[in-house]
């Protein structure tokens, strides 16, 4: 497998303007700060982090759907920050988003076999007849019947809109696919059906996925890596299994002491975070963290600290290392 995406020091800030005519730009909203790590091809990161993290935000940067403020990404070796806006469609192709609700992204005034049909035209590719088979081929892919192109999007449950919106997704061919909470609107029985579906597609169509969540069970079910954000920056980024086993930062250890557990005799106690989460207008001096952090020391509130490697492939943001 070949490196697919390499992304480097991204950054967003969004302008905090104050009221009035000649209104003024009085601050920034910080909300992704200096976010680096690769994508290798066919494999799944996951990123987690409590609401207002700034993971969204880091997909929807990936692909260029908001233009960052600083920082590059790199797909299959070509700079998107280069391309002009004919280029980035073209690109579009090859790159495609599944949002957090389905029924929010799918225009409920079009039919699905119109919906599915729409980036196929977009993009040029193959003739009517042409283009209504991939529909029907993809609808019966994701579990659906054909007839079911016919319908409304209001017309279906979440499960089968969520399944829509996949198919939707995988219409043009893409090779990577960023997934937004793809299952948190759904039933617990229901998402295990869409995450089982979208690890088959995988393997069937030789996807490569961003899966962003704030469900630590989830991302441990469908990612080979993970990494954890806080305040707009990525404090841990390792391997699955070693970072579920032995998590270094002291924020990636609380949120996993807070996820549920099926065996009771486990003897972990729960890290409780005290105080809130600092504002992205006005983050804190040094590690960001460290107003809630129990390890903290006079180092974490002068100087921040950058994503060092600590062992075989685990990078960790912390003055503790």
Do not use: W
Request: glycine share 8%; with cysteine; aromatic share 6%.
């Amino acid at each position: 497998m070949g490196r697919l995406v390499e992304i480097s020091g991204l950054k967003k800030y969004f302008p905090i303007r104050a009221v009035g005519v000649f209104a003024k730009t009085k601050g920034y909203v910080r909300a992704v700060e200096e976010v680096s790590f690769s994508i290798d091809e066919g494999e799944t990161i996951g990123i987690v982090g409590e609401s207002g993290c700034g993971k969204s935000t880091t997909g929807r940067l990936i692909l260029r759907l908001i233009e960052p403020t600083d920082g590059e990404v790199i797909f299959d070796g070509q700079m998107l920050s280069k391309l002009d806006a004919e280029g980035m469609r073209r690109m579009r192709r090859h790159m495609q988003f599944i949002f957090q609700d389905p029924y929010a992204s799918l225009n409920p005034r079009m039919k699905v076999g119109a919906i599915m049909e729409e980036p196929l035209k977009v993009h040029n590719m193959g003739a009517a007849k042409s283009r209504k088979e991939v529909v029907d081929e993809l609808l019966s892919v994701v579990g659906l019947r054909p007839e079911h192109a016919s319908h409304y999007p209001h017309e279906f449950s979440g499960g089968q809109r969520q399944r829509l919106a996949i198919a939707r997704a995988l219409v043009t061919r893409p090779r990577l696919v960023i997934a937004d909470e793809p299952v948190s609107a759904l039933d617990v029985s229901i998402q295990a059906q869409i995450l089982n579906l979208m690890k088959d597609l995988q393997d069937q169509f030789r996807l490569t996925y961003v899966f962003i969540s704030h469900d630590l069970s989830v991302v441990r079910h469908v990612s080979d890596k993970v990494g954890v954000m806080y305040l707009g920056r990525l404090v841990e980024f390792s391997a699955k299994a070693d970072l579920y086993a032995h998590p270094l930062h002291p924020y990636t250890q609380a949120l996993l002491s807070a996820a549920p557990r099926m065996d009771r005799s486990s003897k972990a106690s729960r890290i409780i975070l005290h105080g809130d989460i600092p504002s992205p207008a006005n983050p804190p001096s040094g590690c960001t963290f460290h107003t809630r952090c129990r390890e903290c020391m006079q180092v974490c509130k002068e100087v921040r600290p950058e994503l060092k490697t600590v062992g075989e492939g685990h990078q960790v943001a912390c003055h503790l290392y």
